[in-house]
């Protein structure tokens, strides 16, 4: 088992601040969702320099619905604009583009740009960018839950058969293996329904930084702190010290 961390493999990440950045600038909050946007660009930019190969972003949550309307349709319609001016950037660098969390609520354009990036940028083989939208942990763990139910209903899956393999293949981030590294910025520490069954054994990582100013810098003293930590994984710390000189 990887004890020693060198780069993640798997970077999540909550892009927490935007609303507070805006108001210490005297804008609106959706101006802070904008400099969120370029921010966002830049780390996209510098994990796939580092070796990353999965970044996770949650962009809008299942609870992010409850926000005052002007701002919901503001997110939205970045989020459009954002797809059509970054795609073909995306793709000819390599990045494939998978979307989680249940998409209905959105504008059928919106939902149909997400398909047309995903397939666009399906050979993408440098980084795959999974943007968490209408996600919630808790809404994924309840629609694998109702996708097993159903293929034991048609007689294609065993009570029995259920373990953790299963299960995850089930959630919307099937396939991905699970965060090495988790960062949540805006100085609130909370997972607030990220990825609840990936994160199990994440490291996890604070920054009070806000993320509009949440730098390249700042991602590498993140991945810095990573390179730090013993991951276990539930073993003795002398059990992890001997497989490092295995
Ligand atoms: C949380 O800050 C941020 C969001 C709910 C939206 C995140 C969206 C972006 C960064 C732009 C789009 C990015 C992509 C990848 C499409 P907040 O509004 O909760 O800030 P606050 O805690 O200061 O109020």
Redesign the pocket.
Known sequence: MGAVPSEPKHVAII???????AKHHGLP?TA??QA??E??REIVRKASEHGIRILS?F???SE?WLRPKAEVHA?IR??GE?LDQEIDRLVQNGIQIRFIGDRSGFPNRLQEAMQRAEAASFAGERLTLV?AVGYGGRWDLCQAARTLARRIHEAELSEDRINEAEFEACLSTGGLPDPDLFIRT?GERRISNFLLWNLAYSELYFSDT??PDFTVKHFEDALNDYRGRQRRFGRTPGQVRCSRHA
């Open positions: 892009m927490d601040g935007n609303g507070r950045w909050r802070g969702h969120g946007l921010a966002a972003l962009a809008f949550s992010n997110l970045l989020f954002a943007i805006g806000l993320w």
